[in-house]
């Protein structure tokens, strides 16, 4: 978008679903952090839990197990949780906060059943954050990278469509499955410094919450948030300070940065960035 654009959102009475799970999809834990955020900031409430029972092999996401302050011992199981939010927004529109840990199996029929609740709660738009790790320099804007099928939103928020062909995460398949049903879908990617991929990252976890700010045209409010981007800035520049392969690292980033400057959200640049991803992966590196 132009800068000297007016701002663009969508319709005030048009419900909102947003989605990110934990795993694959979120680097550094930025996506799955700007949900947890988004959803103490406008007290989202409970609407409803998917059977963990259903999606999940607990050899691989295990359970958890705490003593509550009354003494009474639990069971924490993972799974996915649906909740609703009226925000200090004026109007009818209702935001739905997906968030979860990347199923183990039956991908379809957990969006599916995810999707079933959207219509309920007659969802128009629905809006998948990630995060993935990249060749980015701590000390420079993070990239996003912004896409979506729908001509009209492409048209209305200058995005581009997305050409990645290759591995998805269940986002994927949920934005995939979200179209078929009539459902705008917006995604919205951030990238992590691979350098400093440790959870959080709250630097990412603000790139994120600012692209849902201009989607929904509402105000977010950070709160420590501010303080902890500091924070974790003054830690990414400790650690280049004390690693000379790091810091010469960090410098051969900025100077490429500086002289080309990162593409805007294209499906090449997702693309490479996913092929750079799976190459981490796979050579035991690039955990997220």
């Given at each position: 978008?132009?800068?000297?654009?007016?701002?663009?959102?969508?319709?005030?009475?048009?419900?909102?679903?947003?989605?990110?799970?934990?795993?694959?999809?979120?680097?550094?834990?930025?996506?799955?952090?700007?949900?947890?955020?988004?959803?103490?900031?406008?007290?989202?409430?409970?609407?409803?839990?998917?059977?963990?029972?259903?999606?999940?092999?607990?050899?691989?996401?295990?359970?958890s197990i705490q003593t509550l302050p009354?003494?009474?011992?639990?069971?924490?199981?993972?799974?996915?949780?649906?909740?609703?939010?009226?925000?200090?927004?004026?109007?009818?529109?209702?935001?739905?906060?997906?968030?979860?840990?990347?199923?183990?199996?039956?991908?379809?029929?957990?969006?599916?059943?995810?999707?079933?609740?959207?219509?309920?709660?007659?969802?128009?738009?629905?809006?998948?954050?990630?995060?993935?790790?990249?060749?980015?320099?701590?000390?420079?804007?993070?990239?996003?990278?912004?896409?979506?099928?729908?001509?009209?939103?492409?048209?209305?928020?200058?995005?581009?469509?997305?050409?990645?062909?290759?591995?998805?995460?269940?986002?994927?398949?949920?934005?995939?499955?979200?179209?078929?049903?009539?459902?705008?879908?917006?995604?919205?990617?951030?990238?992590?410094?691979?350098?400093?991929?440790?959870?959080?990252?709250?630097?990412?976890?603000?790139?994120?919450?600012?692209?849902?700010?201009?989607?929904?045209?509402?105000?977010?409010?950070?709160?420590?948030?501010?303080?902890?981007?500091?924070?974790?800035?003054?830690?990414?520049?400790?650690?280049?300070?004390?690693?000379?392969?790091?810091?010469?690292?960090?410098?051969?980033?900025?100077?490429?940065?500086?002289?080309?400057?990162?593409?805007?959200?294209?499906?090449?640049?997702?693309?490479?960035?996913?092929?750079?991803?799976?190459?981490?992966?796979?050579?035991?590196?690039?955990?997220?």
């Amino acid at each position: 978008m132009s800068p000297d654009s007016d701002p663009v959102s969508l319709a005030a009475d048009q419900s909102v679903m947003i989605a990110a799970f934990e795993g694959w999809n979120d680097a550094g834990s930025a996506a799955s952090s700007a949900l947890d955020h988004l959803a103490r900031a406008w007290e989202a409430r409970e609407y409803a839990t998917l059977d963990p029972e259903e999606y999940h092999d607990f050899q691989v996401s295990r359970p958890s197990i705490q003593t509550l302050p009354g003494g009474e011992r639990v069971v924490s199981w993972p799974g996915t949780v649906l909740s609703t939010a009226n925000g200090p927004w004026v109007g009818d529109r209702e935001v739905v906060v997906v968030r979860g840990i990347e199923p183990s199996m039956r991908w379809r029929t957990f969006c599916r059943e995810i999707l079933d609740y959207a219509e309920d709660l007659e969802v128009s738009t629905l809006i998948t954050c990630g995060a993935l790790l990249v060749d980015a320099p701590h000390t420079r804007p993070l990239p996003t990278f912004v896409t979506s099928e729908d001509a009209a939103a492409r048209q209305a928020f200058d995005l581009e469509r997305s050409d990645y062909e290759g591995p998805t995460g269940v986002l994927g398949v949920l934005g995939h499955e979200a179209s078929l049903r009539g459902i705008t879908v917006i995604s919205v990617w951030v990238g992590v410094p691979h350098y400093v991929a440790h959870p959080p990252s709250p630097k990412a976890t603000v790139s994120i919450l600012s692209q849902l700010e201009r989607f929904l045209g509402e105000p977010i409010d950070l709160g420590e948030m501010v303080d902890e981007v500091d924070a974790w800035q003054r830690g990414a520049d400790e650690l280049a300070e004390e690693d000379e392969e790091i810091a010469a690292h960090v410098q051969q980033l900025e100077s490429l940065m500086d002289e080309t400057s990162l593409p805007e959200a294209s499906g090449d640049a997702i693309a490479a960035e996913f092929e750079k991803f799976l190459r981490r992966r796979d050579s035991g590196n690039g955990k997220a």
